[in-house]
């Protein structure tokens, strides 16, 4: 472990810390997105590395208030995409998952509502993304958390199109993973398992392990079969 932050805060757009990392693996380099927070905005930055000891920052990814932003590993139909959150503060602030296109990594478009919330289930007061994206047989399928009126963080599944991830295929009518743990319901932020990763467990990644915040005060794990996973969603 190291004895000290890999990544401190380096500019304005940072000053009030950098936090929520997703690490993404493309063409042998390791491309990082965080959340950058400020009193400018909250706003999502990126950087790479191929160590994980040196980092070569390349700056804002969207502007404030943006934030849950997850990079698919190499190309999905031929261009980079991304997974985003952003944060209206007009009208209904509808927070839900997004996505956006990219031919380099820098100039993002197509923006376009993915996976919103909706009302009266366990995601119905918003969403947003969480692990990387990976593929399966039947298109990407990302881990992503929700929150419910009474303000519980959760985990469900989203199956999106292998060559169109615009196009969502089938979600979790009911979450993965709930809080249930006392170190999961108690702490900083009660209620709240909140993914940003997960590795697989063997060579065919037929079983992951997910790593979660929980209540905002520790790290944990924990383990699914892919195939359990995809069996509980549903037809969108």
């Not at 890999?6 to 990392?21: I, Q, W």
């Not at 934030?67 to 261009?79: E, H, I, T, Y």
């Not at 990387?132 to 958390?145: K, M, S, T």
Request: hydrophobic share 40%.
């Amino acid at each position: 472990m190291d004895e000290k932050p890999s990544v401190l805060p380096a500019n304005r757009f940072e000053e009030y810390g950098c936090e929520d990392p997703r690490a993404t693996l493309i063409d042998g380099v390791w491309h990082i997105t965080y959340v950058s927070v400020g009193r400018l905005g909250v706003t999502t930055s990126r950087l790479t590395t191929t160590d994980f000891r040196c980092f070569e920052r390349h700056g804002l990814v969207f502007l404030p208030d943006h934030k849950d932003v997850v990079l698919f590993p190499g190309r999905a139909g031929g261009r980079f995409a991304a997974l985003t959150r952003p944060m209206p503060q007009s009208f209904g602030r509808v927070l839900g998952i997004w996505i956006a296109f990219s031919d380099d990594l820098v100039h993002w478009g197509e923006h376009t509502p993915l996976a919103l919330p909706r009302p009266g289930m366990w995601d119905e007061l918003r969403t947003g993304a969480s692990a990387v994206p990976f593929r399966v047989a039947d298109g990407w399928l990302e881990i992503y958390h929700g929150v419910d009126r009474n303000t519980r963080y959760a985990l469900g599944g989203l199956l999106l199109d292998a060559d169109d991830p615009s196009r969502v295929i089938a979600r979790s009518p009911e979450p993965i993973l709930v809080p249930t743990e006392t170190y999961e319901r108690k702490g900083l932020y009660n209620n709240v398992v909140f993914a940003c990763g997960h590795v697989p467990l063997d060579p065919a990644a037929e079983n992951i392990r997910v790593y979660y915040g929980a209540a905002d005060s520790c790290l944990a794990a924990a383990d699914f079969r892919v195939k359990d996973i995809l069996d509980q969603l549903r037809p969108c």
